[in-house]
């Protein structure tokens, strides 16, 4: 069957619904609760990865590449959970922003990275960013 002059066919594609009823729905599964536990142990996960990836030296380093593929694969999976009842706009930003920041700080901490003002000031306005994301979101 051809489809309407100008479109595609989409026969392979789920139905459509309207953005918000779908939206609504997803909030009610009971994951609900758990999705900004799952969101932080998810970005706590990507630290792990970036800063295992940081000492697997490019993949030549069996453990710390081990860990740092498990660490990844394990925060994808959360963050995939966190996603069927948080805006994907939030809990990426959350995610991201925690990551960063944590990474950030253990560059400062542990690998002799510059703490400069203007370094901490930024690394604050991320910090202000995640918290107002997570305030302003249902």
């Not at 069957?1 to 479109?7: D, F, I």
């Not at 960063?100 to 604050?124: F, W």
Request: charged fraction near 15%.
């Amino acid at each position: 069957m051809e489809a309407p002059h100008g479109t595609q066919s989409r026969r392979w594609e789920r139905p459509r619904q309207h953005r918000g009823t779908h939206h609504r729905r997803r909030r009610c599964d009971g994951m609900s609760a758990m999705a900004w536990p799952l969101l932080i142990v998810a970005a706590l996960l990507e630290i792990v990865w970036a800063t295992a990836l940081e000492r697997s030296d490019g993949f030549t380093r069996l453990w710390p590449s081990v860990v740092g593929v498990a660490a990844a694969v394990l925060s994808f999976v959360l963050l995939s959970y966190a996603l069927r009842t948080l805006p994907v706009g939030t809990a990426y930003a959350v995610w991201v922003g925690i990551g960063a920041l944590g990474v950030a700080i253990v560059g400062i901490l542990a690998l002799g990275e510059s703490a400069s003002p203007l370094r901490l000031a930024c690394l604050g306005l991320i910090l202000a960013g995640v918290v107002g994301l997570r305030l302003l979101t249902e």
